[in-house]
């Protein structure tokens, strides 16, 4: 069935104790439950940390709803309408801000001195200085679309990209100093058979867009759709992440994870199958040599760790406990 799931259960064990820095990289997701809390793994799958984001939870069908940039991490609170930002210290991951949003956010992206935050309705951009993101906007724009189904948003050089589930993807323009401005602009070129734009991961001035129920995974460069390449047998590509010439899919009714070689122009596919899962898979990330995804089944899901190695095979680490609370997005902070 070509559909990406749009709700991940994943249930919550109870607290943990802090973590120290020490300790190396660690794996980070949402309970995405009201009230909402942080949950901190290590790369084994063991619960470290669990942290109230002093919002509430209740997004689905989207992508980059946790983020880090260093040792700072910003959760979506769908629920409450506000943005939590973490900072990493000795004592682990501690609460450092709320920032209130226009409207319900679904997905944050890091881009220079900048957060920008994806909301059901606007993307708006929050300057950050230090270790603080700004409670006040310093830009707003409206989405073309605006039902409800936004989905990712992501920085390529001076502009976002943006998904919007209803056969959208747009560009918004940043100004100098990181601020968004402007209007949308629907991307040139897109496929006349797109079909639900879902998850996305740039590069550079790259952005890899699936357009997850025709199948297909298409480069977006400078406004413009540039190539398209088909998921073969692997159905519904959702969401995306990047390591080194190698682009992951997680393919959500599939159960699977695919591996493609990216460069110039072309996206190749060359593993079919890099992952298999009991559940589907909904949210990918990448990074210190690891990637993480988060995958449901009925009432329960996981959190999937694996290394990668030079030839960007996936080595899985140890699946996190089962816990019992819908999920929402997954990140990865380097050890410091």
């Not at 993807?169 to 100098?176: D, G, M, Q, R």
């Not at 790259?206 to 398209?228: D, F």
Request: some cysteine; aromatic content about 4%.
């Amino acid at each position: 069935m070509k559909k990406c799931l749009l709700n991940v259960l994943i249930a919550l064990t109870g607290a943990a104790g802090l973590i120290h820095a020490s300790q190396g990289t660690v794996v980070v997701t949402a309970s995405n439950a009201s009230p909402n809390q942080l949950l901190v793994y290590s790369t084994g799958g063991e619960l470290m940390q669990t942290v109230a984001t002093g919002g509430n939870g209740g997004v689905s069908g989207n992508a980059g709803g946790v983020e880090a940039n260093g040792g700072m991490v910003a959760v979506v609170n769908f629920g409450s309408l506000s943005v939590s930002i973490f900072q990493m210290g000795s004592n682990g991951l501690q609460m450092t801000g709320l920032v209130p949003t226009i409207s319900s956010p679904v997905s944050v992206a890091f881009g220079g001195d900048h957060l920008y935050i994806l909301g059901t309705t606007e993307v708006e951009s929050h300057r950050i200085v230090g270790s603080a993101v700004s409670a006040n906007a310093d830009g707003e724009v409206g989405l073309l679309v605006a039902d409800g189904s936004a989905a990712q948003v992501g920085v390529v050089e001076n502009q976002l990209i943006i998904t919007e589930k209803s056969n959208m993807i747009e560009t918004v323009n940043l100004l100098a100093g990181g601020a968004v401005t402007g209007v949308a602009k629907e991307v040139k070129g897109i496929p006349a058979n797109v079909n639900t734009p879902f998850g996305l991961v740039t590069r550079g001035a790259n952005a890899y867009v699936t357009i997850a129920h025709a199948n297909e995974i298409s480069l977006v460069r400078s406004g413009s759709v540039l190539a398209v390449t088909n998921s073969g047998t692997q159905n519904a590509p959702c969401w995306l992440t990047l390591v080194g010439p190698y682009l992951y899919s997680s393919n959500s009714p599939s159960m699977s994870v695919s591996r493609y070689a990216v460069y110039g122009q072309q996206i190749i596919q060359d593993l079919a199958v890099a992952a298999t899962f009991d559940g589907d898979p909904t949210d990918i990330a990448s990074g210190a040599g690891f990637v993480a995804v988060v995958d449901g089944n009925g009432p329960s899901s996981h959190l999937s760790i694996f290394s990668v190695d030079a030839d960007g095979n996936l080595t899985l680490l140890q699946a996190a406990d089962v816990i019992n609370s819908a999920a929402n997005g997954v990140a990865i902070i380097p050890a410091p």
